[in-house]
C-alpha cells in the first residue's frame, strides 16, 4: 500500500526566505504527483501537477520537482511571503489519490 | 462551470442521530472521493465512486458508514448513529474520467459536530 509521507510537520520562516517542502512516497509506480494548499477551515486547492514522466512544474514563486525513482518530491517557495501561510498537502496518484499528512507554513512578516 | 459543491457547510446532530453530507461534482467530472479530516491530522480516503458504482471503500468504516453516487443528483455519505468520534471535516473531491492525469478539485467540505 502506498504511504505517504512530509517532513517537515511544521515550518515557520521569516518573509523573503526560500523554503523547500518535502515529500516521500513508498510506491514509485504512480501517474502524477500533485501539490495542494490548504487554508484553515478550507478545502484543499491544487498547485501543480507533475506527470509521472516530467521532472518539475512550475507556476510563479512556486517549483515542484519529481524523482520517481527516489520516491521523492519537493516543492520550493521563492521570496515567501506572509499570505503563503497555509498547509500544503501532497498526493501521489495511484489507482486512487494518496495524501502525506501535511506541513503547516508560517511566514512571519 | 460552479465547482464542487458541498452541502452543509455545518452540520450538528446529537448522539444517535443520522448525518447526511452530500456533493455535487463539478460538471463533468464521474469519480467523486470522500475524506476525513481530523485537527492536526491529514486528510483520510474513505471511499471512491464513479457513477451508481462504488470503486474503494477500503477506508470507510464497515459499520454506520455509507456512501452512494446516483445516475441523477448529488453524492451521498450517510452516517447512523453518529457517536462524539465522528466529529470531523469531511471533504468531497471529484475529477474527470481521465483522472490519472487530471488535477483533483475539492469541495469547501462539511464540518460536522456530534453534541
Known amino acids: 500500500k502506498q504511504e505517504v509521507t512530509q517532513i517537515p510537520a511544521a515550518l515557520s520562516v521569516p518573509e523573503g526566505e526560500n523554503l523547500v517542502l518535502n515529500c516521500s512516497f513508498t510506491?514509485?509506480?504512480?501517474?502524477?504527483l500533485q501539490w495542494f494548499r490548504q487554508d484553515p477551515g478550507k478545502g484543499l486547492t491544487s498547485l501543480l501537477l507533475?506527470?509521472?514522466?516530467?521532472r518539475e512544474q512550475t507556476s510563479g514563486r512556486l517549483n515542484a520537482s519529481l524523482d520517481k525513482s527516489s520516491g521523492r518530491s519537493t516543492l520550493y517557495i521563492a521570496a515567501s511571503q506572509p499570505g503563503d501561510s497555509a498547509t500544503y498537502l501532497c498526493?501521489?496518484?495511484?489507482?486512487?489519490?494518496?495524501f502525506g499528512t501535511g506541513t503547516s507554513l508560517t511566514v512571519i512578516p | 462551470n460552479a465547482g464542487v459543491m458541498q452541502n452543509p457547510r455545518h452540520l450538528v446532530r446529537r448522539r444517535g442521530q443520522e448525518a447526511r453530507l452530500r456533493c455535487s461534482p463539478m460538471?463533468?467530472?464521474?469519480?467523486v472521493y470522500w475524506y476525513r479530516q481530523l485537527p492536526e491530522e491529514g486528510l483520510k480516503f474513505m471511499v471512491y465512486?464513479?457513477?451508481?458504482?462504488?470503486?474503494?471503500e477500503s477506508g470507510m468504516p464497515k459499520e454506520r458508514f455509507s456512501a452512494e453516487f446516483p445516475k441523477e443528483g448529488p453524492s451521498i455519505l450517510r452516517i447512523q448513529q453518529v457517536v462524539r468520534g465522528d466529529s470531523a471535516a469531511y471533504f468531497c473531491?471529484?475529477?474527470?474520467?481521465?483522472?490519472?492525469?487530471?488535477?483533483?478539485?475539492f469541495g469547501s467540505g462539511t464540518q460536522l459536530s456530534v453534541l
Open positions: 473531491a471529484s475529477s474527470p474520467p481521465s483522472f490519472l492525469n487530471e488535477k483533483l478539485f
Open positions: 510506491d514509485s509506480a504512480i501517474y502524477n
Open positions: 507533475i506527470q509521472s514522466s516530467q
Open positions: 498526493a501521489a496518484t495511484g489507482n486512487q489519490f494518496y
Open positions: 460538471k463533468g467530472h464521474s469519480h
Open positions: 465512486l464513479q457513477k451508481e458504482n462504488i470503486i474503494d
